[in-house]
């Protein structure tokens, strides 16, 4: 894979926890506890599958792509 593919990829990845973060906190109001429950998961889920399967291995590839360096 071509570094810059993956850069753009990371940043694409990465810029959706500003969606995310909005998405968890409209779930939040939701009045009815079950589906509350249901939705801030499902949601969950999509960060867990947008890190492990997209910014983990991406950042293995390539380290120096790391935000912490």
Do not use: H
Request: hydrophobic residues 40%; contains cysteine.
């Amino acid at each position: 894979m071509d570094k810059d593919v993956a850069k753009a990829l990371l940043s694409l990845s990465k810029s959706l926890d500003e969606t995310i973060t909005k998405m968890l906190e409209q779930a939040e109001k939701i009045g009815d506890e079950c589906i509350r429950v249901r939705f801030n998961k499902a949601i969950e889920d999509l960060m867990g599958y947008v890190a492990r399967d997209l910014i983990f291995p991406l950042e293995n590839i390539y380290p120096d792509l790391k935000d912490d360096n």
